[in-house]
């Protein structure tokens, strides 16, 4: 299958190295320099919980490209901009995976290949241009966007399978996306703000604020008419910072090299959201991240 990675930071590159693993694919990233010349000079090395070395095409140009699939990894806020570069090309299917909440519905809006929704639990750093580490094996889940069954989820599950990925076909995306949000929600800005790997959130007293996080984020949920309860979204965030306690979470990853952030579609999505419902904690949180957002000079 011909397949492009749009957006090949680390989550990308991890995944493209995978499904370049397997012969049958022809992957393409899209990603910035030095990290796309150093793949096509020297190959992409994936390292720690899964190895391999693929030799992928790689551009810094993703305009005109076409493939049976177009996996979308951009931050966020990228999202729509890389709608616009997509549009010049030709897709059968787009499948997101990315954090935050709206990335689809963007994507939506501006191409006519159909797009499914997924999330990714592995654990991702880009050690260097052209060296991805897999820091922890998770689970891919797609489906589609608005909920219910979908035949491309299937093939693409069945793709991802092969290369050695986990991946679960969910009927229920709306449902997952807005449980993975809590979980970012209450594990990505404070790991961020106190520079800790994400098993910190399971320690007083910054598990009393994730918690919250979470909570709040179930609450608005609930008032979009999604079915998740405050417990479901606790254990959730409990299980992934369990598994990954030793990761360092993508937010961390933003403010250390001095990177926007994804707090907008995060803890700021669920603010925007909450209408009258009370959500202090995401309030706070959303408030120190954009703060230190200005203070570097990068909002």
């Avoid at 990894?73 to 570069?85: G, H, L, P, R, Y």
Wanted: hydrophobic share 45%; with cysteine; aromatic share 2%.
């Amino acid at each position: 299958m011909e397949i492009v990675i749009f957006g090949a930071g680390s989550l990308g590159s991890l995944i493209g190295g995978a499904l370049a693993s397997d012969s049958k694919n022809a992957v393409t990233l899209v990603a910035r320099d030095p990290h796309a010349s150093a793949v096509c000079a020297s190959g992409l090395e994936v390292r720690g919980e899964l190895e391999t070395t693929v030799t992928p095409h790689a551009t810094t140009d993703g305009h005109g490209l076409e493939a049976d699939l177009a996996v979308v990894a951009v931050k966020s806020f990228d999202t729509a901009a890389a709608a616009e570069t997509l549009a010049t090309g030709s897709y059968d299917t787009i499948l997101s995976l990315q954090n935050g909440m709206g990335n689809e519905e963007t994507l939506a809006a501006r191409l006519e290949a159909p797009v499914l929704a997924g999330t990714a639990s592995y654990g991702a750093i880009l050690q260097a241009p052209g060296v991805v580490e897999c820091t922890g094996i998770g689970e891919i889940v797609l489906g589609a966007r608005a909920g219910g069954s979908s035949d491309r989820a299937d093939r693409i599950s069945d793709l991802f399978a092969s290369a050695g990925l986990e991946t679960t076909v969910a009927t229920d995306m709306p449902r997952r996306l807005w449980e993975k949000l809590a979980v970012n929600a209450g594990i990505n800005a404070i790991t961020a703000l106190t520079e800790t790997e994400n098993g910190a959130v399971l320690e007083a007293d910054a598990n009393d604020l994730a918690l919250s996080a979470a909570r709040e984020t179930a609450r608005v949920a609930r008032s979009c008419a999604v079915s998740l309860s405050n417990r479901e979204a606790v254990v959730a965030l409990e299980s992934v910072a369990t598994e990954t306690a030793a990761n360092t979470s993508s937010m961390r990853q933003d403010i250390h090299a001095e990177r926007r952030t994804e707090i907008d579609a995060i803890n700021g999505y669920v603010v925007d959201r909450a209408a009258e419902r009370q959500v202090p904690t995401n309030r706070i949180l959303t408030a120190l991240v954009r703060t230190w957002e200005r203070g570097v000079g990068i909002r």
